[in-house]
């Protein structure tokens, strides 16, 4: 890529450049250019189908693209691991709880904490020695609403806890960008909010896009929305211009189920 | 149940506390001294197969790689321990040293390939790692004497005090105080960010990339690790027997060590070692019944822990435990 585009998307926290993917003649993903401000809060938002998780995918290195570029603070890291893009301050979260099931809340954090402090490598020292990534570690789930459980293993955990505990093992590694995946699936709704609260008190020099159906939610919660629609940028803009749109309402939500 | 710790740091400290239990088992591993002098040489054997089992479980247990080759390492241990003491001298430390270092190397080479695989591709390549050195070592027989075994073996006395006697008192006592070195650093291995990173990789081996982690080279060390582990449990065989045969590489001998850490209970650092008695007790038993057929109790015995204790005998008494103090 030239100087010229290099500069033009320093300004982003996370931008792509004509990202597609297909599973032979599958498209999953069709030419997605995307620009998210530093700050920015973004909501993913289409049809089931519409290949929002597959985007995360790729942002995040999970899944190769075929075609396209993406651009951490205008770096190119399109050939890097997953890993390497964790360390470079891109996290996620996943649609169906992704933890360590025999670890408690402590025990997970303090893992991932280790891993971004370089100290994971360690293996001539107790754990307890590392006071301050400990203290992170449990300062991450005080502010999560989850230091009175962080002693009891992951799978006693009541569901909602665990969803939080998703967002927290994220936060270990210091993002610039968190890419949330329906945070709040599975979540009755009435709890879905205060998943939500959380999410909307992190820092605000954190970058979010976040994959959300309840549009009670992404309104109140999104300051720019995505709709995505079988693999390509169907529209983007403002919530009020979302919900202005005509064909946005035609593909998404008339035929929403519910709200 | 005690009161939870004032503060995180102190939780993650109280966890690797010596408990009364562990110091009373370290103990108990004293009394064949007195109790069985007859069986010294069984309890050597246990002591050699505890390491073996240990060092597998830091794979296994700790990091979820399950190997079918591990006999691999035993045996590059035991055959460079034999080499050392034949053609550079009998002391014994150095050959240890000597043959921890040849087995890490191994490891470490093969750790490349291991590290890239999971699930039955992963069994499938350790265990035709491990069939493949068993013949390299039956066809270089100038090296290790084939078939026929290694012989030549001749050891120092240890520290220049113990000789190795006929009953095994000397062997014995050297194994166990191995065992218990290297326990001690496998132990403080496992309560390290390493050991943490481990349990991570076995927990979920999806999410750690996620959270920034290099799952390969964490299992490349731990591999190496175990590696070497295993090269001196297999050198603490040929140093105490003072032969080496071809068995110690042999496929029969990683997949005892794999039903050994089951029957024990796989990532509990007891686990192998308590496996590894219960195994070559019940061998000594059972075959003075109808030698022949011992495999077919151990096959009873494995069916029945693993459906009724699938987290082994001891993961079984830790449930017991837990239920009791509940009450």
């Known amino acids: 890529m030239s100087v010229a585009d290099t500069n033009a998307s320093s300004g982003f926290a996370l931008s792509t450049r004509g990202l597609s993917r297909s599973f032979g003649q599958l498209v999953v993903a069709r030419d997605i250019n995307l620009n998210l401000p530093v700050g920015a809060r973004y909501a993913l938002i289409g049809p089931n189908g519409a290949g929002k998780t597959t985007l995360i995918n790729l942002m995040t290195g999970m899944l190769p693209p075929n075609h396209g570029q993406i651009l951490l603070g205008g770096e190119d890291i399109t050939a890097l691991t997953p890993q390497a893009r964790v360390k470079r301050g891109l996290a996620r979260t996943f649609q169906i709880n992704s933890l360590f099931a025999h670890l408690n809340p402590l025990e997970a954090v303090t893992l991932a904490v280790c891993e971004r402090r370089g100290i994971s490598p360690k293996f001539w020292q107790n754990i307890a020695v590392n006071k301050e990534a400990i203290e992170e570690a449990y300062d991450i789930l005080t502010r999560l609403k989850l230091g009175d459980v962080a002693y009891q293993t992951t799978r006693e955990l009541p569901y909602g806890r665990q969803r939080l505990l998703e967002i927290a ?6 993002p610039k960008v968190l890419l949330l995946d329906e945070p709040a699936a599975g979540v009755p709704q009435e709890e879905s909010g205060d998943i939500f609260e959380v999410v909307a008190s992190l820092s605000n020099d954190l970058t979010l896009l976040f994959i959300e159906h309840d549009m009670h939610v992404v309104f109140r919660f999104a300051t720019h929305i995505i709709v995505l629609v079988g693999g390509a940028v169907f529209t983007e803009g403002s919530p009020a211009e979302i919900a202005a749109d005509p064909g946005v309402r035609e593909v998404y939500l008339g035929k929403r189920h519910h709200g | 149940m005690a009161p939870p710790p004032a503060n995180p740091q102190a939780y993650l400290q109280s966890l690797s506390r010596w408990r009364p239990l562990e110091i009373a088992f370290w103990l108990a591993t004293l009394l064949p001294f007195w109790l069985f002098p007859n069986y010294l040489g069984l309890a050597n054997q246990i002591a050699v197969a505890a390491l073996f089992a240990l060092s597998l479980d830091l794979i296994l247990g700790y990091a979820g790689i399950v190997s079918l080759g591990h006999a691999a390492f035993f045996g590059v241990g035991a055959y460079t321990a034999g080499l050392f003491s034949k053609f550079v001298w009998g002391e014994v430390f150095t050959g240890l040293i000597a043959a921890a270092l040849m087995a890490a190397l191994f490891g470490y080479v093969s750790s490349f390939i291991v590290a890239r695989f999971r699930h039955l591709t992963l069994i499938m390549i350790t265990l035709g790692l491990g ?152 061998r000594d038993q059972f075959s003075g019944i109808a030698p022949q057929y011992w495999y077919f109790w151990i096959g009873v015995l494995l069916v029945m822990v693993v459906m009724l204790l699938p987290n082994g005998i001891l993961g079984g008494l830790s449930a017991l435990l837990a239920k009791w103090r509940r009450k």
Not at chain 2, 153 to 160: D, E, H, L, N, T
């Open chain 1, 169 to 174: 093992l994220a936060l270990a590694t210091k």
């Open chain 2, 131 to 282: 069939l493949l050195l068993h013949s390299a070592a039956n066809s270089a027989h100038f090296i290790t004497g084939g078939s026929d075994g290694f012989q030549g073996i001749s050891m120092w006395k240890v520290a220049g005090l113990f000789r190795f006697d006929l009953y095994g008192q000397t062997a014995y006592a050297y194994s166990l105080g191995v065992l218990f070195i290297v326990f001690l650093c496998a132990r403080r291995l496992i309560n390290s960010p390493f050991g943490l990173s481990l349990r991570g990789i076995r927990e979920n081996w999806v999410r750690m990339p996620a959270i920034g982690a290099d799952s390969r080279a964490h299992i490349r060390k731990v591999y190496t690790i175990s590696a070497a582990m295993a090269g001196i449990a297999g050198a603490l065989i040929a140093q105490t027997t003072q032969t080496v045969s071809l068995d110690a590489l042999s496929f029969e001998r990683s997949a005892d060590v794999v039903v050994m850490l089951v029957l024990g209970g796989a990532g509990r650092l007891y686990g192998g070692i308590v496996g590894a008695s219960i195994f070559l007790i019940a």
